[in-house]
């Protein structure tokens, strides 16, 4: 396998004591001396950084952007407004899903000539390589490989950030805007991906170590490492692409019909829209649910479902220990008989069958700045 | 009462037959905050070198082999019910069940305290 890659603060979070580990092919810090329970923790209660500068940033130009990312996504992305950010999903030809992404179409673009896409670190090159081959020929792809991305994570994180940019105190969830911030051009999302508010900014990537520094010396904010960052999006119901989303998972069983346009819902023209529009009437085999073991021991990613009855109907896609709930919480796929909330399961944990049940996400509450 | 440790992190310490069994201090740091742990029923035999117990972080769980074989004669519910314990004082407060040793020379392939700690140096 090759040598992991290093982001722009590799150096940094050794310097911080950050455990080492590799994710998406890079070299990543899965914690900080602070600890994972801590670090998840501090930023439900104050403010956490990230470095998600693994993550594959990039811009999509031309004329009618916005018509051909719908070529790939089930999104309604033509309607997305100047300033306007947007979840959507890369799609294949059966409607399983490639990646799950961010599309942005930026202030000022009042022609929508461009579109900036956030997509996952361990399939950036496919998604680039999918995005071009569709769409090469038509449109200008540039990847944004020279920028780091840090997220700012936690009901604190709007006073911290107002220090260092006052104009987006007033942006909300799912807006972005490019500013000045320490005097650099950045941009900066309101969004994130631990239920929180928060900003994701995009920095130059000679600049983004200093810029880490002076938001890690505000007292309120406390490097995290990946390891928090899975437990805190766990606990906010998102998905983690590889894990609770893959090429065999259509967005109906994944329970993300609302990534699915209106529009493009009566168009039928995505892809695998044949596939995904007849799960929308008829229902699909398996649903993503929220599960809560009711015993102590967390269940774990590949932790065999069963009914009360004893058969086998799925399986833990994503499980865990949630700091803030104090109590392990899990995702995995089940029948839709099995999936309203409420439905007793049980979980397979070390050859024993224990108690479960379907249970609604988020399980701690979003927060988002919605104005 | 003398205490050994295993290459699995594993300590265990021994007073006349019984032998109080837990996971290294070096274990404990390595594990981050213990969130869940799940100890033998009592009565139940174990076997040397075989899983005894589960401990599990915020991110991974993990099994923790008995170094000794024999009879589970206590748990520690204490740690059961506030899993913090094992980081606090893994090497004391946070032991894990007791055996009652069916075989003493399970001891004789254990590490004593320095070996121990050269072993986890020069495994970085």
Known sequence: MAEPK???????????????????????????????????????AACGLFDVSHMGQGALMGDGVAGALEELVPGAIQE??????????????????????????????????????????????????????????????????????LALQGPQAAAVFARHCPEAATMKFMTAAKLKVMGLDCYVWRSGYTGEDGYEISVP???????????????????????????????????????????TTTPVEAALTWAIGKRRKMEK??????????????????KRVGILPLEKAPAREGTQIRSEAGETIGIITSGGFGP???????????????????????????????????????????????? | MTVYFTDQHEWVSVDGDIATVG????????????????????????AARKEAAVVESVKAASDVYTPVSGEVVEANDAVAGEPAKVNEDPEGAGWFFKVKL???EDLANLMDKAAYDAFVASNG
Request: glycine fraction near 10%; include cysteine; hydrophobic fraction near 40%.
């Open chain 1, 6 to 44: 290093k982001t722009q603060l590799n150096a940094l979070h050794r310097e911080l004591g950050g455990k080492m580990v590799e994710f998406g092919g890079y070299d990543m810090p899965v914690q900080f001396p602070t600890g994972v329970l801590k670090e998840h923790l501090h930023t439900r």
């Open chain 1, 80 to 149: 997305l407004k100047p300033g306007q950010t947007r979840y959507t999903l890369l799609l294949n030809d059966k409607g399983g899903i490639r990646d799950d992404l961010m599309a942005t179409r930026p202030l000022g673009d009042d022609a929508f000539r461009t579109l900036f896409l956030v997509v996952n670190a361990g399939t950036k090159d496919a998604d680039f390589a999918h995005i071009t081959a569709h769409l090469g020929g038509r449109y200008e792809i540039n990847r944004f490989e020279d920028r780091a991305l």
């Open chain 1, 205 to 247: 990537g000679d600049a983004a170590e200093d810029f880490a520094r002076k938001l890690l010396a505000e007292p309120e904010v406390l490097p995290i490492g990946l390891g928090a960052r899975d437990s805190l999006r766990l606990e906010a119901g998102l998905c983690l692409y590889g894990h609770d989303l893959d090429e």
């Open chain 1, 269 to 286: 023209n995505f892809p695998g829209a044949d596939i995904i529009m007849n799960q929308l009437f008829d229902g699909a085999t398996r």
């Open chain 1, 324 to 371: 803030t709930v104090n109590a392990p919480i899990a995702m995995g796929y089940v029948p839709p008989a099995f999936a309203e909330d409420g439905t007793p399961l049980q979980l397979v944990i070390r050859g024993q069958a224990r108690p479960a049940r379907v249970a609604p996400m988020p399980f701690a509450s979003h927060r988002y700045y919605r104005g």
């Open chain 2, 23 to 46: 996971i290294t201090t070096h274990a404990a740091e390595q594990l981050g905050d213990v969130v869940f742990v799940e100890l033998p029923a009592i009565g139940k035999v174990v």
């Open chain 2, 102 to 104: 069916s075989n003493h």
